[in-house]
């Protein structure tokens, strides 16, 4: 058994390594692996990070005065959500112009200035490419909304009603409602899968993919270390416009539930991101996936065969597991661990509700914040934080309908009360607004500022944010956990997740107690060649602790953390 994996990761190592040779990148490590495998993604939500000129709204200049605090924290690489100029009706992610920087958030200057200040720092810059979709602001969309007979009609997607007054078919936006927009200049529909304000591209036309590669090169130019690639599963539409088959049920938008099989994942992305992928490689650059897959088998297509397409397709999949459970997360990681390219793990982001809502019991939602940490920064794979996420920050989620910013909210309320909860400002410290700013800021903090900001955490030995700087760190200098294979360990246990980081002859195991209650638990390492290993404990939130796990095993307190190291 054993043999058969060596030797067939020997030969898809051989592969690797003829690939890389003819890669442009020549910043393999030993193993093949290339710095984005060895880097901690941190995504920035501007609007919310820092605000320089106080106007209540994070800038690039905010951003950049924080990059000290982010690189003693170990964070390698910032995702920005857009911070190109935009008419915010999704917060940015209309964009009007792909190649420039919203006044709100600052200048080129700034941004050359804070790309700048991260290379000095060796923290790379990743910027969020909204390709399926510009904002109905946008030149482009101007112009094609003119006239049928504009240069631009055919960048995007029009098309006749049904019979008059009828959207050309049944498909439903994402944010709820119709997916179609009567325009009545002209008399015909444009597609747009989210807002009215987001009509869709029409990445059929092949002078679409050239202006959308031509702005990526673009950004490389500027220093630009790769993109998150946003909503890419809407690429593609069917060309005949097939009615959806139609679910039981009501969405929360009051809508026919529905199977997006016209409309979503058609084959014809994998080729847009494939070509992609190609003008990344030219730059040394990396291309992350907001995916949200199904299953695993979608996963591998991102992948693309050879892993000649995404090469970091976010496992969202993991987002949706809403309660601790080692088996469930078990299973999660064993499926994305085997899926044949380098794993991303996210806990969350500006679209989901923080972990520390998600999985806290309410009494001790701290150490179920390291515990959450303890699992995905320890993973074979790469991690990408969500700001705030290394404090335990929480969602503020807004008391009234009036209140809400995020237009699903406005829509979806009571139900869906949108995503400004998760996107409230960054606590520095616990004067007024956080430290965020000294005006009012877009978005309330909530009260529990006052105890979880980096001001008071950094003077706290036992906090959530202590304990991510001593894991990060660890990470970085642990060659176990950063090249090391991922092995479950006592599989059947309900409650504790455990595993090892193997690398040559050390390990490092890894035992997470999933539970409100006292766990024992011993190990067998014998099948893995450590039966006479010693064992030095490297991190733990035991407050005893223990230098080695004794034969009889380790005691683990509620929702503990306990990662050592284990040589021959
Ligand atoms: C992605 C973004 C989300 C945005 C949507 C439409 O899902 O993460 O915030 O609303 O795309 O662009
Ligand atoms: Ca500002």
Same mark, same amino acid.
Request: charged share 25%; net charge negative; with cysteine.
């Given at each position: ?10 030969? /898809? ?26 880097? =901690?993604?941190?995504? *920035? ?55 420039? !920087? ?8 700034? +941004? ?10 060796? !923290?790379?810059? *990743? ?44 498909? !439903?936006? *994402? ?34 993919? %050239? ?60 080729? =847009?991101?494939?070509?992609?992928? %190609? ?16 299953? /695993? #088998? ?16 976010? #496992? ?16 999660? /990681? ?9 794993? =991303? ?15 806290? #019991? ?21 991690? *990408? ?15 009234? @309908?009036?209140?809400? @910013? ?60 202590? +304990? ?39 390990? =490092? ?13 011993? +190990? ?5 060649? +450590?039966?006479?290993?010693? /064992? ?29 190291? !284990?040589?021959?």
């Amino acid at each position: 058994m054993r043999k058969k994996s060596t030797l067939s990761s020997l030969l /898809i190592g051989l592969c690797f390594l003829s690939l890389c040779a003819h890669a442009e990148s020549k910043s393999a490590d030993a193993e093949g692996h290339e710095w984005w495998q060895h880097a =901690v993604f941190y995504e *920035i939500y501007p609007r919310s990070f820092a605000d320089s000129n106080n106007d209540g709204i994070g800038d690039l200049k905010g951003i950049t005065s924080k990059l000290d605090y982010l690189k003693e924290l170990g964070v390698d690489a910032i995702w920005l959500t857009p911070c190109y100029p935009s008419p915010q009706v999704d917060f940015g992610y209309d964009v009007s112009d792909y190649v420039n !920087i919203d006044p709100m958030y600052g200048t080129l200057a700034d +941004f050359d200035d804070m790309a700048s200040a991260g290379k000095q720092r060796g !923290i790379r810059i *990743i910027m969020d490419l909204v390709m399926n979709h510009s904002s109905d602001q946008h030149k482009w969309f101007l112009d094609s909304r003119s006239s049928r007979t504009s240069a631009y009609r055919d960048w995007y997607v029009w098309r006749d009603g049904k019979v008059p007054n009828q959207p050309p078919n049944n498909w !439903i936006s *994402i944010f709820g409602g119709p997916a179609w927009t009567f325009d009545p200049q002209t008399g015909q529909w444009y597609y747009r899968i989210f807002y009215s304000a987001q009509p869709d591209l029409n990445w059929r036309n092949p002078k679409v993919e %050239k202006a959308m590669f031509d702005v990526t090169r673009w950004w490389y130019q500027r220093g630009v270390s790769g993109f998150r690639l946003d909503a890419v599963d809407t690429l593609f539409e069917d060309p005949k416009l097939t009615d959806n088959p139609v679910l039981p049920g009501i969405s929360k938008y009051g809508d026919p539930n529905m199977e997006s099989k016209y409309n979503t994942k058609l084959p014809e992305l994998h080729g =847009v991101l494939q070509r992609l992928r %190609k003008v990344a490689d030219e730059n040394g650059a990396v291309l992350i996936g907001e995916t949200w897959t199904r299953n /695993i #088998d979608e996963l591998k297509l991102y992948y693309g065969g050879h892993g000649k397409e995404l090469q970091m397709p976010m #496992d969202l999949m993991f987002t949706t597991v809403n309660k601790l459970s080692a088996p469930e997360f078990r299973r999660q /990681i064993a499926a994305a661990d085997g899926a044949g390219g380098w794993p =991303v793990y996210v806990i969350s982001n500006h679209d989901i509700v923080r972990s520390y809502n998600r999985y806290g #019991d309410g009494e001790r939602n701290d150490a179920i914040a390291k515990l959450m940490a303890g699992m995905y920064l320890t993973l074979r794979g790469t991690p *990408i934080m969500y700001y705030g996420e290394e404090l335990g920050m929480e969602n503020n989620d807004p008391k009234r @309908k009036e209140d809400v @910013k995020d237009p699903i909210g406005k829509l979806g309320w009571p139900e869906e009360k949108g995503r400004d909860g998760e996107r409230t400002p960054m606590q520095w410290d616990s004067s007024a607004n956080a430290g965020f700013s000294q005006s009012t800021p877009w978005l309330p903090v909530p009260p529990s500022f006052k105890t979880h900001n980096v001001e008071a955490e950094l003077k706290d030995p036992d906090s959530v944010l202590q +304990f991510y700087k001593h894991l990060l760190a660890l990470r970085h200098e642990n060659s176990s956990l950063r090249e090391g294979r991922y092995i479950a360990l006592n599989e059947d246990q309900p409650d504790v997740l455990s595993y090892l980081r193997r690398y040559k002859d050390q390990a =490092v195991l890894v035992v997470l107690n999933m539970s409100g209650r006292e766990q024992k638990v011993s +190990f067998d390492l014998s099948k893995q060649g +450590f039966s006479s290993g010693k /064992i030095a404990t490297l991190l733990t939130t035991l407050a005893a602790h223990p230098g080695e796990v004794p034969p009889s095993g380790l005691t683990l307190g509620p929702f503990a953390v306990y990662i050592a190291q !284990i040589s021959k």
